[in-house]
């Protein structure tokens, strides 16, 4: 799950402009909003050039000196957001990413440019990024570094402003907490099939299909983040699921899932009428639906909405 590190030696203008993706990719794990981790990108960039020029020349590796500033960055915003959060409306749920998007700090959707992607594994499934949610900033801050990106503890250390010894704790701790979590463990097929299966269910209203892919706990969560309506705890068990699903489509009949990457992993764009007003992910364990996410807020659908704006209703790119 290591992200191979950017270009460490002798770096020039471009190099600095190349290592924007990594950063973006840094915050995104970190933060969980694209837009978030596009204001951190900038502040570094910000904080870089704002530097003199002796300063600058003293940073030995100006590349990894901008990965730990936006690392405290974001450690910084992880305490503040525990409190903004604790006001949210609801569910907060990580901003889903879809494959090929182009982000700005705009909040749109544009031509696919590599050094604005984000770059999908199993580190941004939603399941892992709700996960991260549970954990202290300061483990998040050393798991992602160290386990995702690979830094060693001695650079970490800085960044947290403890002893390598330490940030290696956190990182066992973090671990520790996401091994307690119940991971999906189906391939990308079977994954599939079943969002396909779900999908057809729900749109023909068969309550019985429906219930058979769902797992007797299984949980939706929906984020409407106060915008829009949405349920404002998380709904349990297969039968209570399953009737929510089909009667959100009895209401709006209109509305249909296209299947569609998020998170790198399968899932649905939901339209209206061609436009996406919810993302859907899910997580499947031994051939059932355990955990579904669905994201409402508009605020956090930019890659979607986008999309359909520029591009239509179709697949992405």
């Given at each position: 799950m290591t992200t191979p590190p950017g270009p460490a030696q002798d770096p020039t203008f471009g190099d600095l402009i190349a290592e924007r993706r990594r950063l973006l990719n840094v915050g995104y794990r970190m933060l969980g909003s694209v837009q978030d981790a596009e204001d951190v990108v900038q502040e570094t960039y910000a904080r870089w050039y704002a530097l003199p020029e002796e300063g600058q020349r003293a940073i030995e590796v100006p590349l990894a000196w901008m990965t730990r500033v936006a690392s405290r960055i974001c450690l910084d915003q992880l305490a503040?957001?525990?409190?903004?959060?604790?006001?949210?409306?609801?569910?907060?749920?990580?901003?889903?990413?879809?494959?090929?998007?182009?982000?700005?700090?705009?909040?749109?959707?544009?031509?696919?440019?590599?050094?604005?992607?984000?770059?999908?594994?199993?580190?941004?499934?939603m399941g892992?990024?709700?996960?991260?949610?549970?954990?202290?900033?300061?483990?998040?801050?050393?798991?992602?570094?160290?386990?995702?990106?690979?830094?060693?503890?001695?650079?970490?250390?800085?960044?947290?402003?403890?002893?390598?010894?330490?940030?290696?704790?956190?990182?066992?701790?973090?671990?520790?907490?996401?091994?307690?979590?119940?991971?999906?463990?189906?391939?990308?097929?079977?994954?599939?099939?079943?969002?396909?299966?779900?999908?057809?269910?729900?749109?023909?209203?068969?309550?019985?299909?429906?219930?058979?892919?769902?797992?007797?706990?299984?949980?939706?969560?929906?984020?409407?983040?106060?915008?829009?309506?949405?349920?404002?705890?998380?709904?349990?068990?297969?039968?209570?699921?399953?009737?929510l699903f089909l009667g959100l489509m009895r209401k709006e009949p209109e509305m249909e899932f296209v299947e569609d990457e998020v998170n790198g992993t399968p899932g649905a764009a939901v339209r209206i009428g061609g436009t996406t007003i919810a993302v859907l992910a899910l997580e499947v364990h031994d051939g059932l639906i355990t955990q579904l996410w669905l994201v409402v807020n508009p605020d956090k659908l930019h890659a979607w909405t986008g999309h359909d704006t520029a591009a239509g209703a179709g697949p992405p790119a």
């Open positions: 503040s957001a525990r409190v903004r959060r604790e006001r949210y409306i609801g569910e907060w749920l990580p901003e889903p990413v879809r494959h090929g998007a182009r982000w700005t700090s705009a909040g749109g959707a544009g031509a696919d440019d590599p050094a604005d992607r984000i770059t999908l594994d199993e580190s941004v499934s892992m990024l709700v996960v991260l949610e549970s954990i202290t900033p300061a483990e998040r801050v050393a798991f992602v570094l160290h386990d995702v990106f690979g830094l060693p503890f001695t650079e970490i250390a800085e960044t947290v402003g403890r002893t390598p010894a330490a940030c290696r704790q956190l990182a066992s701790s973090a671990r520790r907490r996401l091994a307690d979590r119940q991971p999906g463990n189906s391939t990308v097929q079977e994954h599939r099939r079943l969002l396909s299966a779900f999908r057809q269910a729900c749109e023909t209203g068969d309550l019985d299909a429906l219930v058979t892919l769902l797992d007797p706990d299984v949980e939706s969560h929906s984020d409407g983040g106060g915008k829009v309506r949405a349920a404002l705890r998380p709904v349990v068990g297969r039968d209570k699921v399953a009737r």
